[in-house]
């Protein structure tokens, strides 16, 4: 037992390295191409990603997730879930190309994107796969392989990105280089599953065997394909009602709250198995613990987001100048990382609780919502309007989320409420401060100056005490499991 306490706790630590890693290289890789193509190409660029990343959901339909949890129940199981697993894939593979590469051509797009997508369309196989391959890997305990492969595609990406953008090769070069560290990703996985556990990669048909696996796969894949659509529907919407241009603006601040998600995740990577366990055996722990991952939450969003709204002139500066219409869009979208965040905790304790059913109706509405209020706002302020959706509709995840949470545990939302209010007052300290510097400092500097005063203030507040320190410490350096 303890051994197995101690690859989860292995696990969790080269996850959250490994994820840190690949944001930091992502959004570096991000910055330079934004700052190289201008926005109208970085537009066709993310169009392209997003595009084809819609349809890639198609494929996999959550069964990586279900893979994962039967192998780790059985895994001398593994060799013919995977072959049935692939044999079912190969068919969505070929339904999701051809229902992709239909929807480009009846949407009227120029030669130039149905091409790019096309070729984009190689990585959006190619990965699914690996991620199947992968999926084996994590049910034998295992992260360590993949965390190591996803960041030398990280790197692959960033090292022959640079190459063409120095050569001036264009577009398609670029997306080109995409596809290319798939296709080490695809093999570097196959090599894992056969080399590391022994598993033949041979496609099986077992009638009995796949109807049993999609049957298990349907509340995985309807959360995950609802999900996938919101995250990159807006894209899709920006590109037909305004084009170009206003994808690659949006794209700044959506990336910038894409890189942001690691801390949340990298957070809730340790607490989902707490609240599971403290689900079946102590329903006060678990109380205490989801108003603590509420409090930390909070005490990390709010000074991002203010310094951001501060500080959103000097950041798209990073991009030059003809992002200045980035701006507002930054300074809408970022207010909504303090309900993306909490939206990871509540998450966790509804899958936790086995509440999935009710995650997934949620995001459903959401869906529903982003998809009504992005047509509304997007063609009549553009990039501004997709901005005003992503909050809206992360506020009603939030609000949706929290009207079930009392009905499974009774916590202090006083206790939520207090660490707030110490936290927004000395955010608030931490702005004023950062207003004034910001013209006279490095952005960097400010930054680091600002966090500093941020988290004296609210030590001085009693918003957090050297207990609580110690507590993430352990929860993200030692992955102490309980």
Not at 13 to 34: E, M, N, P, R
Not at 82 to 102: C, D, E, N, Q, W
Not at 201 to 230: E, G, H, N
Not at 330 to 339: A, C, G, K, V, Y
Request: contains cysteine; glycine residues 4%; charged residues 15%.
């Amino acid at each position: 037992m303890s051994e197995k306490i101690t690859n989860i706790a292995k696990n969790t630590s080269y996850f959250t390295l490994a994820l840190i890693i690949q944001k930091i290289i992502s959004f570096t890789y991000f910055t330079i191409i934004a700052r190289s193509l201008g926005p109208e190409d970085l537009g066709k660029y993310y169009f392209t990603v997003s595009f084809t990343t819609i349809f890639a959901i198609f494929i996999d339909i959550g069964l990586a997730n279900v893979i994962t949890r039967e192998v780790a129940k059985t895994p001398e199981k593994a060799e013919k879930l995977l072959g049935s697993a692939l044999t079912f894939k190969v068919l969505l593979a070929v339904i999701s190309f051809s229902a992709m590469a239909f929807t480009i051509n009846i949407l009227g797009y120029p030669e130039l994107i149905k091409q790019l997508v096309y070729i984009s369309s190689i990585s959006m196989i190619l990965d699914s796969f690996t991620l199947t391959f992968y999926a084996i890997s994590r049910g034998f305990h295992n992260l360590s392989l993949e965390s190591i492969g996803s960041i030398i595609f990280q790197l692959i990406i960033l090292s022959t990105g640079l190459f063409v953008l120095r050569e001036n090769l264009g577009l398609i070069w670029l997306i080109a280089t995409l596809a290319l560290a798939s296709i080490f990703n695809f093999f570097y996985s196959i090599i894992i599953l056969v080399k590391k556990w022994k598993v033949k990669i041979i496609l099986k048909y077992d009638k009995v065997f796949i109807k049993s696996l999609i049957a298990i796969t349907i509340p995985f894949s309807i959360y995950a394909i609802f999900q996938r659509l919101y995250t990159y529907l807006d894209t899709v919407f920006l590109s037909i009602l305004a084009g170009d241009k206003y994808v690659g603006i949006y794209q700044v601040p959506f990336k910038i709250i894409f890189a942001l998600q690691f801390l949340p995740m990298a957070f809730t990577a340790s607490l989902y198995p707490a609240l599971s366990l403290y689900w079946q055996n102590n329903k006060d722990q678990l109380a205490i613990t989801f108003e603590r991952a509420m409090n930390y939450l909070i005490i990390i969003s709010l000074p991002i987001i203010l310094g951001i709204i501060i500080l959103a002139d000097k950041i798209i500066l990073l991009f030059k100048s003809g992002y200045t219409e980035a701006i507002l869009p930054l300074q809408i979208t970022i207010i909504s990382l303090i309900f993306i965040f909490l939206n990871f905790a509540v998450g966790s304790l509804l899958n936790a609780c086995d509440k999935q059913k009710i995650n997934t109706m949620n995001m459903a509405a959401v869906l529903a919502a982003s998809i009504i209020s992005n047509i509304i706002l997007i063609a009549n302020f553009k990039a501004i309007g997709a901005s005003i959706t992503v909050l809206i509709t992360n506020l009603l995840m939030f609000i949706l989320g929290m009207r079930i949470v009392p009905k499974i545990i009774k916590f202090d939302s006083k206790s939520i409420i207090k660490t707030a209010v110490k936290a927004g007052a000395s955010a608030l300290i931490m702005i004023i401060l950062v207003f004034y510097l910001k013209v006279l400092l490095n952005i960097f500097i400010v930054s680091i100056i600002g966090g500093a005063v941020y988290f004296i203030c609210l030590y001085a507040l009693g918003g957090f005490r050297k207990e609580d320190v110690l507590s993430v410490y352990e929860s993200f350096i030692k992955k102490r499991i309980v």
